[in-house]
């Protein structure tokens, strides 16, 4: 799975061969569409997504090009997601969060259940990014009650130093911060 920013601009990459195999570097092919999926957004409505496909002529893996506001196996868009991640970490439970979030109960324990183990990988890529983006806001980030917070607030604090470093007009921190996570807001429950 590659996590896009933007999956127009993905598919012209892959088609012109400047999309690399996060594997081995060779630059992806195009290789079809990746089966569809429903993703219940925060207004409560479905969206219909069919992911491109790429394949890697060197190492042969597929990789399928996952928009970063549909977290791979969540069935909901980023937004909730993260407010679900975002109230847990200020405290609350599963089932506060599930009926805030018109989300089944069991949907949001999984979804805490990943981010929890998932917590080292965002630690390092928040603070990767920040040390990158600018260093500065290190000292200015305040404390937070669980661990789970702190490192949000660090990775929404190295979302908005790359907003600023690179000049980008975004309409939220969150897209970003997802993709300097890649993936680890909500690890695969395999690994
Ligand atoms: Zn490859």
């Given amino acids: 799975m590659i996590v896009v920013r933007d999956p127009q601009l993905a598919r012209a990459d892959l088609a012109r061969g400047q999309l690399p195999c996060p594997d081995c570097g060779t630059p992806l092919r195009p290789w079809g569409a990746a089966r569809a999926r429903v993703v219940r957004q925060a207004d409560g409505t479905l969206r219909r997504l069919r992911p491109d496909r790429a394949r890697c002529p060197g190492c042969r893996h597929t990789h399928v ?3 970063v506001t549909s977290p791979p196996r969540s ?8 407010a679900a991640l975002v109230a847990h970490a200020r405290g609350s439970g599963h089932r506060p969060i ?3 979030q018109r989300v089944p109960a069991d949907t949001v324990r999984g979804w805490l259940r990943r981010a ?3 917590l080292e990988t965002i630690r390092r890529k928040a603070a990767d990014q920040l040390s990158w983006a600018d260093q500065d806001v290190f000292a200015r980030l305040a404390p937070q009650p669980t661990l789970l917070g702190e ?3 660090t990775l929404l604090a190295a979302a908005d130093a790359t907003v600023r470093r690179l000049r980008l007009t975004v309409p939220g921190l969150w897209p970003v911060a997802a993709m300097i996570c890649s993936g680890c807001l909500l690890p695969d429950t395999g690994s």
Avoid: T
Avoid at 75 to 82: E, F, I, R, S, W
């Fill in 116 to 118: 929890r183990r998932g």
């Fill in 151 to 153: 490192y949000l607030n």
């Fill in 98 to 100: 599930a009926a805030a």
């Fill in 75 to 82: 069935g909901y868009a980023l937004d909730v997601v993260a």
């Fill in 65 to 67: 090009l996952l928009p």
